[in-house]
């Protein structure tokens, strides 16, 4: 159990890592010459990939939890007076929820009719009923 824990600990900050570089590109504060605006615009479009991130860590520590709460139930079956049910189920149900977490917000967003880009807009009242 522990060694599992600590390969997720290692793929969990591996991943996390890798679309931090990802998303921060060097070339926003690499230019000397470039104005404050021009800055401001290319942070402002680096993070746009900020969601895919956060619904990456969601995926993992969902996986991670569901892995968990299923060796939880292992032990419970394998002795039910040393590891109660609740531990796994617990588990279980944590990881099932990071997991619809990513679906559940985008779904969120679509009903409340913000649109993707780097600006939120919303629709008009009216057009929401109709």
């Keep these: 159990m522990k060694a599992l824990k600590i390969q997720?600990?290692?793929?969990?900050?591996?991943?996390?890592?890798g679309f931090t570089a990802g998303t921060f590109s060097t070339e926003v504060f690499a230019q000397s010459s470039a104005s404050l605006d021009n800055m401001v615009q290319?942070?402002?479009?680096?993070?746009?990939?900020?969601?895919?991130?956060?619904?990456?860590?969601?995926?993992?520590?969902?996986?991670?939890?569901?892995?968990g709460g299923i060796l939880a139930l292992k032990k419970h079956v394998d002795d039910p007076s040393r590891e109660p049910i609740r531990n796994g189920l617990v588990r279980l149900i944590a990881g099932a929820?990071?997991?619809?977490?990513?679906?559940?917000?985008?779904?969120?967003l679509d009903t409340m009719g913000v649109t993707e880009g780097t600006g939120i807009t919303y629709k008009p009242l009216d057009s929401i009923g109709g």
């Excluded at 997720?8 to 890592?17: C, F, M, N, P, T």
């Excluded at 929820?97 to 969120?108: C, D, M, S, Y």
């Design 8 to 17: 997720g600990q290692r793929l969990s900050a591996a991943v996390i890592g």
């Design 97 to 108: 929820l990071l997991l619809v977490a990513p679906v559940a917000f985008k779904g969120v």
């Design 42 to 67: 290319k942070s402002r479009s680096s993070l746009d990939n900020i969601p895919q991130l956060i619904s990456a860590v969601l995926y993992i520590g969902g996986a991670i939890m569901a892995a």
